[in-house]
């Protein structure tokens, strides 16, 4: 008996392990009593499927799909005539008929493995298959071959046929048809069974009592989409700098930034001027916002690494160093030509050996300049002083500021070569190193300590008075002094330190000084690491902690552009052409600088979009076609809450949910539960006892400070700011990344 295509397929599935219901396959010629006998193992209380399986159908280069007849939801008495029904369907054709048990499943629908530009289209719908099949309004959902969702079609008045009491019933349903966890289910095993059968499939699905089951499985035998490039954008460690919502003037300089440093660095490793400059619209375009938030353009990233030699190896150390959540293989129209590949190891070999005069050199420019910017009365700096002095600023420090990135290519590669020797939980114990973050918390210790001393200063810090502690600063030049080094060196580290719409700290001298109250009495232990250390470790410390030291100076340079701007906005809001100062936040660097007209228009519409953006939550990482927006909301995979060990320990006490930054008025908890930290917020770290962490890697600022410090850490909980509520106790395992609610 040829039992056809579709037959076959579910036997191979059947075979393999995927949960196909139980089915047999009889010829064209059978008898009813012929039918009966081969059925009489069956619970006559079962209802069935009776489907064509024709030597035509499901072939790979013509389906038959629907030509054929097929019945389901069939009593075991009518399975005769639904049979007969088939076999008269196939006319000339040779076949085989599927008796198959039927599931009356509570959801449905098809899925393409392929939709022509390699990524996947699910349809579906609740109740049984047949409204997806025949063409009913449904929901869909576009996916790359990683899950990443691309595009969310939400049928909001669906018709589905549902099985309900012995018969098929329409109903209405409004809710989208899978959960997040279906979604992740569909795809990984969609991707299995077209593996299993070399070739795109098209798989009739459906789910019941969570169980999720396979009722048949085609190639794929047209083309669906013409062929478009999926853009993929990942808030990933950028987040981290750059949380939350975002002012346009800190977007436009972020771009503005990433351009000119990631075009020094490509231009210092050997690619022509020229060659850039072909490729600018990559260089743009590094990061972009949608809503209000701040995502790396993953395409062009991965475009930027490919103008040098190395791309695999590069790719696979820059997704681990920025915590990245899209791993795709993009289309690359750019590689290095052959006489960089040939030049390309002796630029690297001289940039090695240049690197410690390179490195002292771009330290002491930028500390000198800053220091200097310390000196300037910004209040008296007019319009044009102040965008003189932007200009001078992105000359004289933006442009060299492709070092840092080049210590970073070093740290991303000695952790990559680290990780092949090492098993993330010994990776995460090995790899603590000192950085700024202790000394910056000693600092405030020592400074909270002298602060005691002075009665007078102490008192009007405690009644909240800042006419008295003016006044009794300037009376004592010894704090004065130790508050103004303090600021010369860590002036910039604040939450947020990169929005330009953050406050500065320096011009809210009682909140710092409340902060200093809290450092009356702490103590921090931190961790020393182990003697014996191979050659990768130390240079990977070196660089790491170097890495660090950068990123306190990149703080303090944002803070002189923040000084600027807010001087701008003074000086333009006198002229009445904004209504206060902070309304420059909402225009972007070039409508500042370049003079922009009916700026009060720009700002007021703008305003109205940032009040909308604030009831919208888009996802953390997400894939689109060219000019389309991301989907607005992100709903987590899972209700459990699982992380990644980051530093070992096991510590149990009330846990307290930081939406953002801020200094509590109490320290009434010992676990802090943050999206993600930013080096400002160090003062909060050092009172934690264990932190859980949304985002991140095991080289985010909340991962180098807590192994420093000693504190165990998970990061990577997904929705932890949601789930995780105030007053609860938790304990955590810094080692094995789980988390248990001892009290609610």
């Known amino acids: 008996m040829e039992i056809g295509n579709k037959a076959g397929n579910l036997l191979k599935l059947k075979k393999c392990g995927y949960n196909v219901p139980h089915f047999i396959t009889l010829d064209t010629k059978e008898s009813k009593d012929e039918l009966y006998q081969k059925l009489k193992n069956w619970d006559k209380n079962t209802l069935f499927a009776v489907r064509s399986s024709c030597i035509a159908e499901d072939a790979k280069n013509k389906s038959f799909a629907g030509y054929f007849h097929s019945e389901i939801g069939v009593k075991y008495t009518d399975i005769y005539g639904a049979y007969k029904k088939v076999c008269e369907s196939f006319k000339n054709h040779k076949g085989s008929v599927i008796i198959q048990e039927f599931i009356p499943s509570e959801k449905s629908g098809v899925l393409f493995t392929n939709d022509g530009n390699n990524n996947l289209i699910i349809n579906s719908n609740y109740g049984v298959c047949k409204s997806v099949v025949e063409g009913w309004a449904c929901d869909e959902i576009l996916a790359s071959q990683n899950g990443i969702i691309i595009k969310k079609h939400h049928e909001k008045n669906k018709n589905s046929l549902v099985w309900i009491k012995d018969q098929f019933e329409k109903k209405k349903y409004s809710k989208f048809t899978l959960e997040a966890e279906e979604i992740k289910l569909l795809i990984k095993t969609g991707k299995k069974i077209e593996s299993f059968f070399n070739s795109p499939q098209d ?84 990061v972009d916002s949608f809503y209000g938030r701040l995502y790396y353009n993953m395409n062009n990233w991965y475009t930027m690494m490919s103008f040098i030699p190395g791309y695999k190896r590069n790719k696979e150390n820059l997704e681990e160093m920025i915590t990245s959540n899209v791993k795709e293989d993009v289309e690359r129209n750019v590689k290095p030509n052959l006489w960089l590949k040939i030049r390309y190891p002796i630029i690297v070999i001289w940039k090695l050996i240049c690197f410690k005069h390179n490195a002292r050199k771009f330290n002491n420019d930028v500390v000198n300049y800053i220091e200097n910017t310390r000196k300037i009365n910004y209040n008296k700096l007019s319009l044009q002083d102040c965008v003189n002095k932007y200009h001078e600023i992105e000359e004289l420090l933006l442009k060299k500021w492709y070092f840092p990135v080049e210590n970073d290519f070093l740290v991303m590669t000695y952790f990559g070569l680290l990780k092949k020797k090492h098993k993330e939980e010994e990776l995460n114990k090995i790899i603590c190193f000192e950085s700024k973050t202790t000394n910056q918390i000693n600092a405030l210790i020592n400074l909270s300590k002298n602060v005691k001393q002075d009665g007078i200063l102490y008192d009007a810090i405690k009644s909240n008075n800042s006419k008295k502690i003016i006044e009794s600063l300037n009376q004592n030049t010894k704090i004065q002094n130790d508050i103004d080094e303090y600021f010369s060196i860590y002036g910039g580290r604040f939450a947020n330190e990169l929005k330009l719409e953050s406050p500065d700290i320096e011009e809210d001298m009682l909140s710092f000084f409340k902060l200093l109250q809290h450092y009356e009495k702490l103590k921090i232990n931190t961790v020393k690491p182990k003697n014996k250390q191979s050659y990768i470790l130390k240079q990977f410390k070196k660089y790491a902690a170097q890495r660090e030291e950068f990123r306190l100076l990149r703080s303090n340079a944002f803070s002189v552009v923040r000084k600027i701007f807010n001087r701008i906005g003074i000086i333009i809001s006198e002229k009445e052409e904004i209504e206060n100062p902070s309304d420059i936040y909402f225009l972007s660097v070039e409508e500042v600088i370049n003079k922009q007209k009916n700026k009060k228009e720009i700002i007021a519409k703008r305003k109205i979009e940032y009040e909308k953006y604030k009831t919208l939550e888009p996802p953390t990482f997400f894939g689109v076609y060219e000019g389309e927006l991301p989907l607005e909301t992100n709903k987590s995979l899972t209700n459990e809450l699982i992380g990644r060990g980051c530093t070992k320990g096991i510590t149990k006490g009330k846990v307290k949910v930081f939406k953002e930054y801020y200094m509590p008025e109490k320290i009434d908890f010992e676990i802090a539960v943050a999206k993600n930290t930013d080096p400002g917020w160090t003062p909060l770290l050092g009172f934690c006892k264990g932190l859980i962490i949304e985002n991140g890697g095991i080289l985010s600022h909340a991962a180098i400070v807590s192994r420093e410090l000693g504190i165990p850490t998970i990061i990577g909980v997904k929705d932890a700011t949601k789930k995780i509520k105030d007053g609860q106790i938790f304990e955590i395992d810094g080692s094995k990344g789980t988390l248990k609610i001892i009290n609610n």
């Open 203 to 286: 798989i009739e699905w459906c789910f019941y009592q969570n169980n999720l089951y396979i009722l048949q499985s085609r190639p794929i035998t047209a083309k669906i989409s013409d062929k478009k490039d999926v853009i993929y954008y990942d808030s990933a460690n950028v987040a981290e700098s750059y949380s939350g919502i975002i002012s346009p003037l800190t977007i436009s300089f972020a771009k503005r930034i990433y351009k000119e440093v990631y075009k020094n660095l490509i231009y210092r490793s050997g690619v022509s001027l020229k060659k850039l400059e072909n490729h600018n619209t990559v260089f743009n375009n590094m």
